[in-house]
Nanobody, 127 residues
Framework: QVQLVESGGGLVQAGASLRLSCTATGHTFSSLAMGWFRQTPGKERELVTAISRNGNILHYEDSMKGRFAISRDNAENTLYLQMNSLKPEDTAVYYC????????????????????WGQGTQVTVSS
């Protein structure tokens, strides 16, 4: 069973940066395709970005391109999300998600495709 724990959220002003971390335990991290999602009240969970098992394949939603960067350290069992130039509309609970898959070159862009989820970390951007 995979356990995912996010950290790094907080309250920042518009234009600031944050780096979120997601640490995985209970499974070989390098066998997991990973993703970051976010959710605001009353809305569906939406994809922010995803990364393949080996980190070579990345996917970003258009509104995050150029501002957010996903990365992973398989030796440290940790996924990262660097968020720059934050906007008030980035305010949400951010979740990391994992999928156990044999293919090292696949990313997953739909929440229903992921098997494991963290508890989320709140990011609040004030104007």
């Amino acid at each position: 069973q995979v356990q995912l724990v996010e950290s790094g959220g907080g309250l920042v002003q518009a234009g600031a940066s944050l780096r979120l971390s997601c640490t995985a335990t209970g499974h070989t991290f390098s066998s997991l395709a990973m993703g970051w999602f976010r959710q605001t009240p009353g809305k569906e969970r939406e994809l922010v970005t995803a990364i393949s098992r080996n980190g070579n394949i990345l996917h970003y939603e258009d509104s995050m391109k150029g501002r957010f960067a996903i990365s992973r350290d398989n030796a440290e069992n940790t996924l990262y999300l660097q968020m720059n130039s934050l906007k008030p509309e980035d305010t949400a609970v951010y979740y990391c998600a994992a999928k156990d898959i044999w293919n090292v070159l696949v990313v997953y862009t739909h929440a229903r495709e992921y098997d494991y989820w963290g508890q989320g970390t709140q990011v609040t951007v004030s104007s």
